[in-house]
């Protein structure tokens, strides 16, 4: 890695990337021109890759005003720093490292709160398409029928689906170099999204219940928190029941299918849990099944906690003076983790068996990378997590 790293380091490298040139079009894999990076800025080579639900919205173009292209998606990975650019004094070439989406600076007065892991300057936005330092790509590719390099947009401060890419340095963190990173890529964002869920923003109990709506990686992720943290009865809504095997085998108790319900699902928990869970995550992106997941929660203290990416226009369903019956509603991003501050300390906890998370469970599919469409197609059909590219 070194000596490579001498021979590319503050040079373009040339590498295969699965870029996307309109909404919805299959991913095509491509060279494209790396920039080397600027002050402040890391290139990482990409080991793996995994395709999140958020990944494929995007491709989708569900939200037009977040529509850029061409672009390179990708956000949950692990990889090993290439090069660094002028100032960055955390990480160096042949380190370990996972990208996070929403960064930390560890300057500003959002990184120095104990209140919240956003940053001013580096927090997620699915609206940005460029690098912070110069408002420019670091990515350029010849467009289709054409000899002519154009830029390539970049995507949530990460762009993985590239055998190299180039982030902030607020947005790559350093981890143990013996943690398996073909694992450690979904903390990148399903695993520390839900686990912190359920740890960090509504900080699950011994003995509570808890809802999960959703039963997708990130559903499942807070499941496999809420069992940490030793929850009693943590029950599994979807309307999809070749989930509830999966949802069994991550810890889950019992599962509610609303089609096989006469009543509404929220009713079904209540019978369940006399009165209500203390702790629902609404998982699903689906404003119906937010009210569902509020509701189901026990009245005076039932915490909701909203995970699911919602493109709709639509406002929240729910009315101000049910907040006057003592249920709390929230939203977390990345589940709450400083991801530069508190990351390397949960990667070091799980290789000393500290914490036993089980991320094998959710990975369902590998693939090459080559094969990037086949993977966006098993999580369109509802078969996999994750489906992890080997680049």
Known sequence: MASNAISTAGKPITCKAAIVWAAGEPFVLQEVQVNPPQEMEVRVKILYTSICHSDLSSWKGE???QRAYPRIFGHEAAGIVESIGEGVSDMKPGDHVVPIFTGE???CNYCKSESTNLCSKFRV???KSTMTGDGKTRFFAKAPDSDELVPVFHFLNTSTFA???VLDS??????NPKAPLERMCLLSCCISTG???AWNTANVKE???VAIFGLGAVGLAAAEGARLRGASKIIGVDINPDKFAKGKEMGITDFVNPKDCEKPANQVIKEMTNGGVDYSFECSGNLDVLREAFVSTHDGWGITVVLGIHPSPRMLPLHPMELFDGRKITGCTFGDFKGKSQLPDFVNKFMQGEIKINFDGFITHELPFEE???GFKLLQEGKSLRCLLHL
Not at 170 to 175: D, G
């Open 63 to 65: 939200n037009e005003m």
């Open 105 to 107: 600076c560890g300057n």
């Open 125 to 127: 936005n699915p609206f």
């Open 163 to 165: 055998e190299y890419t």
């Open 170 to 175: 607020a947005c790559v963190v350093k981890i």
């Open 195 to 197: 686990v912190g869920a």
């Open 207 to 209: 003995g509570s219940s």
């Open 372 to 374: 990037i469409n086949q």
